[in-house]
């Protein structure tokens, strides 16, 4: 049984270098993220190689600080846990290899954790934390488990720039197991948000800046429209090209919980062709670049973008979020999940909350999302992750490498 509880959690899976410190998967003592935001913003997308070369940068000073603000020092942990994928290969190595040269020399289990389930481990995290709050039984995770918070399975939309995916998961034997249950046939939802937001000369990551935009916007001036996906004809009978294609096999998925978001952005760039914005959106790039931050009022907006330009906006991020809406429920209501978690960058969207949380309230279904700072990829998630494979003693093994195509099921 662990001592201290406490696991320093190390995340570098792509362009956040994260360290947290987790008291038994539900009190965060500490976390740090060093964004490289600033570094990859001038390329509109993240490059793998900046990447690595920023998480070798921060690396030390990142996890020194998260020691530092929890006032605490390597002798006092229980374990380490890092992201061992799904990621970028060069940047999941520098954590990992990091964390490998920590545990050892400290004499510390080493935990391997799955960056997907770490997004659905920051919304269990945060019951945990408000449960401890509101003094309801214990921090220990068997303990919660038993206090009967959460038993039934509950349906995780993890939507993030890597990821749209749904999964089932199940409390069991004081951890967590996960069926894929739907997923992208090709971008994912943040990537769609990403490039839309390159397209029309807005900032990097582009999630925030559409978010922020969309308000000032008619959700209804463009009508976009997603087709039902048919698996077999996405497929082509070609064999599957990436391990996360052939162990989970699109095929085997329902084809109404099945994703796609590289339709919508193509219908973007077109309207943005046929309505002449091509200048316009290039003349954005400069003044976006040198002001760095999206716009918080409807002058300022409108400063920015034209009332077209915002109608366009508010539109693809209606679609987009009807669309994850109408496939997450189904599914929800298809499995007869007690609870829906919505987590990953993309759940920072206020449009995402308030439409899931009504429409949640309409079908009397439970919903959770993380909060604002444990939405995007952050190293407390991937601590409290490793809670339940420290009590199972669940440990990497000595030749732990990175994993960049991971699945979890
Ligand atoms: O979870 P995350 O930090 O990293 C990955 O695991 O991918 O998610 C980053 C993604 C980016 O695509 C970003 O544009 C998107 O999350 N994002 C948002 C918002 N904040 C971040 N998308 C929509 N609305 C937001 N407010
Ligand atoms: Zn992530």
Known sequence: MPGSGLILGIETSCD???????????????????????????????????????????IVPVVRTALTEAHLTLADLDAVAVTSGPGLAGALLVGITYAKALAFANHLPLIAVNHLEGHIHAVLLNDRESANEVGAPG?????????????????????????????????????????????TVDDAAGEAFDKVAKLLGLGYPGGPWIDALAKYGDPNAV????AQIKTKAHLGGKPARTKAARTAPIARLDPHFLFSFSGIKTAVLRYVELHGMRAEAKARVSRVLANFRPPQTRQEALALCPQPTLD????????????LMKKTFA???SLGAARILVTGGVAANR???????????RRGLRIAYPTLALS??????????????LLARDFAPPDLTADPSLTLS
Do not use: C
């Open 351 to 361: 449009e995402l909350r308030a439409r899931f949380t009504g429409e949640a309230d």
């Open 331 to 333: 599914a929800a209501e």
């Open 139 to 183: 921090p220990d995770f068997g303990t919660w488990d038993r206090t009967n918070l959460n038993p039934k399975p509950a349906l995780a939309l993890v939507v993030s720039g890597g990821h749209t995916h749904l999964y089932l998961a199940r409390p069991m034997h004081g951890t967590w197991s996960y069926t894929l249950i739907g997923r």
């Open 223 to 226: 009508p976009f429209s997603f």
């Open 16 to 58: 956040e270098t994260a360290a947290a410190i987790v008291e038994r998967g539900a009190r965060t003592i500490s976390s740090v993220v060093a964004s490289q935001i600033a570094t990859h913003a001038r390329y509109g997308g993240v490059v793998p190689e900046l990447a690595s070369r920023e998480h070798l940068r921060a």
């Open 376 to 389: 995007t990829d952050n190293a407390a998630m991937i601590a409290a992750a490793a809670w339940p494979r």
């Open 312 to 323: 366009l906006i508010a539109s693809f991020q209606h679609a987009v979020i009807g669309d």
